[in-house]
């Protein structure tokens, strides 16, 4: 019987950005061939083969993944077995949305004294 499904990022930058490449690859430690394997995003199946090719991802790919990989075991090919790998989270980031944190935080920061300053400088003008 199949046993010990494990899942293999690919080289993953951290985070994982709009527009970078993921692939995942499915294997058992052990198991006689004939192995399917099965992956599931969410607990939904969203394609079958060892490797899991997303290419470049969007922000849509976010979600839990997991590999189940099967294999029958008689000549009738009646007794199935089942090994689920365990939950890999993959969180997509919007590309460029930490450098849009940063610029409104300074534009913020220096839109304050500015304004600030108006307010000082008209309220004496109104009082002379």
Same mark, same amino acid.
């Given at each position: 019987p199949v046993a010990n499904a494990t899942i293999t990022p690919g080289p993953l930058s951290h985070p994982?950005?709009?527009g970078d490449?993921?692939?995942? #690859?499915c294997s058992v430690q052990v198991g006689s061939a004939p192995v399917t394997f099965t992956w599931l995003r969410d607990g939904r199946e969203v394609?079958? !083969?060892?490797l899991l090719?997303? !290419?470049?991802?969007?922000?849509?790919?976010?979600?839990?993944?997991?590999c189940a990989a099967t294999n029958q075991l008689g000549q009738d090919?009646?007794? !199935?077995?089942?090994?689920?790998?365990?939950e890999l989270?993959?969180?997509?980031?919007?590309?460029?949305h930490a450098g849009t944190a940063v610029?409104?935080?300074?534009? !913020?920061?220096?839109?304050?004294?500015?304004l600030l300053l108006g307010a000082i400088?008209?309220?004496? #003008?109104?009082?002379?």
């Open positions: 994982v950005r709009a490449p993921v692939t995942l #690859r394609a079958r !083969g060892p090719e997303l !290419g470049d991802v969007s922000v849509e790919h976010s979600g839990t993944y997991q090919g009646h007794r !199935g077995f089942r090994a689920l790998s365990a989270a993959l969180t997509v980031t919007p590309r460029g610029a409104a935080g300074i534009v !913020g920061s220096l839109l304050f004294p500015v400088g008209g309220w004496r #003008r109104w009082h002379r």
